[in-house]
């Protein structure tokens, strides 16, 4: 189970996004980082193996996030559901 | 192979009977339209591009575009969880609100299994319950695990007091697809078959 990163110049917050290939939100939630130089690291839980899904699921529910996509959680503690462009340039501070 | 026309025809006569509209933006729409036909050709039937797929049509019955959900998500908040379908003020205003997921975490839980394991059951027992909003008739359905080793769900035929449109599924559709009944009004059917006589 491997992180995509998608690297950027900004890397003060650690960026972690729970996303699925086919989701819409999740593609702008992607562009919307990538188009603000955020580095951030991101996984598509719909192509991973079986196994591997059920790790996704404990590690969402175990920082108090929804099984919901896309979820991104900064700095390990900021949980945003749902892409939501003001919350994001709020927290990145883009 | 089903194609991008094809969904978008499909999703438009919906939208049309319905009277509902799809959403506003067209490059939104095309993706929409790009996540239904991954889903259709991966799964087999257009599971919602938003939500994770179990790969077992049982499970995922209640997610396939449109979902059970959207009727009722339209009515509270004009758009259903996507936003692929919304309605005329929302069309009209082209500001998209957000719906949050109301599909209970138990059916959720379920697109994490392994295939091979049982481990179903107990991963819906450890979950906080959503059954706040699930109503009394339907809650034995939700709140006991309903996989089975096989991976098989417990169906059980349903009717609409309003309507009498029956259903042979897990539980009631959030709404009577016929006439728009609430889940509330749907009540089991309890058949006794005698072979006596």
């Known amino acids: 189970m491997q992180f995509s990163k998608v690297t950027g110049k900004k890397v003060d917050h650690k960026v972690t996004l729970y996303a699925l290939s086919t989701c819409v939100w999740c593609k702008m939630t992607k562009q919307f980082l990538t188009d603000k130089g955020v580095e951030y690291e991101f996984i598509d839980v719909d192509l991973l193996e079986d196994n591997d899904k059920e790790k996704i699921r404990q590690s969402i529910l175990s920082k108090g996030a929804k099984l919901s996509y896309p979820t991104i959680i900064v700095d390990d503690k900021t949980i945003i559901t749902g892409f939501k462009k003001d919350q994001l340039k709020e927290v990145l501070g883009v | 192979m089903t194609t991008i026309e094809q ?27 790009e996540g239904l036909k991954t889903n259709e050709n991966r799964y087999g039937y257009p599971l919602c591009p938003c939500r994770l797929a179990s790969g077992k049509f049982e499970y995922d019955r209640d997610i396939i575009c449109p979902c059970d959900y959207r009727d009722i998500d339209i009515a509270q908040y004009g758009a259903c969880y996507c936003r692929l379908y919304v309605n005329k003020t929302v069309y009209e205003n082209k500001n998209l609100p957000d719906v949050p997921e109301r599909r209970p975490i138990e059916k959720q839980n379920r697109a994490y299994e392994p295939k091979t394991s049982t481990a ?34 417990k169906k059980k035929l349903w009717y609409c007091k309003q309507c009498g449109y029956v259903t042979y599924r897990e539980d009631p559709p959030y709404i009577c697809p016929i006439c728009k009944a609430k889940h509330e009004m749907f009540e089991e059917i309890n058949l006794k078959i005698s072979l006596s006589g």
């Not at chain 2, 025809?9 to 993706?31: F, H, I, S, V, W």
């Not at chain 2, 107990?122 to 699930?134: F, L, V, Y």
């Open chain 2, 7 to 33: 969904i978008s025809q499909r999703a438009e006569a919906d939208a049309k009977t319905y009277g509902y509209y799809l959403t506003p933006n067209p490059e939104l729409l095309q993706a929409f339209f």
């Open chain 2, 120 to 153: 179903g059951a107990s991963i819906s027992e450890n979950q906080a319950t959503t059954e706040k909003t699930i109503p009394t008739q339907a809650k034995s359905a939700v709140s006991q695990p309903a996989s089975t080793e096989s991976g098989e769900v």
